[in-house]
DNA sequence: AATCCAGATGCAAAAGCTTCTCATTTCTAT
DNA sequence: ATAGAAATGAGAAGCTTTTGCATCTGGATT
């Protein structure tokens, strides 16, 4: 992913642009907010406004670049789409973020559509639960 | 439902939480938003805050006469929780909400938590299509 | 039935996330 | 290099939701 990419989505390849890109390729953490992605550009010394990351952001989205989640609480988190579908399993107790496809679920759900009478569009499954570190006491 | 399950929950039975009950159960949509229930309230001539709709629904979720869903978008949505479990199929044209249970993706879920060495608590699949009447020109 | 007080309410203000406005700046095609 | 369209920064504004606080009310006790 690089700034071509920027460019084919009919974007102007301007220094946020590309800032911003570069952060979510680098994140340890591949679902970051907004917010977590404009105090990575001002500890990196960046003047980029939140205004902006949040424009960026929405237009990535738009152009496919990246995927919008609203996971429980009210913000978003973004993260760079690469082309594979999947679902996400969160821990409720450190916030940790997994990613799992599941064939079986994604054809119950393509039948599901179809029986309720709705083209399906798309989905999004989310399973919380206690990740394996923090049943064990690792906080 | 009563106002006895409002005393259950160890709340006082108020004209606000009565009120807010009612429109719940009345609710031709089961799924409203806070604003929803504000505006019936004030058609039906009630002096009643919005403030206190909020306070309202979100003690009744806490009690779990209600549950709440973040759907797409930013408001949240509340439902009488009667207890049956349930997962969404909306339309992204018309914001219809279906609901419907299907065994196999709940066992699938069960198993795909257990893979990935969580304690599953919770879950949420949100299918987004749709509807037969949008498809159907019927806007 | 009258009294009392923790709990509930209304209102307005505030908070938190996100978007918008607009003057200024920066790409990029020429 | 230049011009024009697009992008940016800063702050204001928007929306949903929560909070602070003075007032009110349900319901347990006289």
Avoid: W
Wanted: glycine share 8%; with cysteine.
């Amino acid at each position: 992913m690089e700034s071509q990419d920027i460019k084919k989505a009919g974007l102007k390849v301007t220094l946020p642009r590309v800032k911003i890109l570069e952060i979510l390729e680098r994140a340890e953490n591949r679902h970051v907010t907004a917010e977590d992605v404009y105090k990575v550009l001002l500890d990196g010394g960046e003047e980029i406004g939140l205004a902006t990351v949040y424009r960026v952001l929405t237009q990535f989205e738009t152009a496919g670049l990246v995927t919008r989640h609203r996971f429980e609480g009210v913000h978003s988190v973004f993260e760079l789409d690469e082309g594979r579908h999947h679902d996400h399993i969160l821990c409720v107790r450190c916030g940790r973020v997994d990613e799992f496809v599941d064939k079986a679920v994604e054809e119950r759900q393509q039948a599901i559509a179809e029986q309720a009478g709705y083209d399906m569009t798309d989905h999004c499954l989310y399973i919380y639960g206690i990740c394996r570190n923090c049943r064990n006491g690792h906080a």
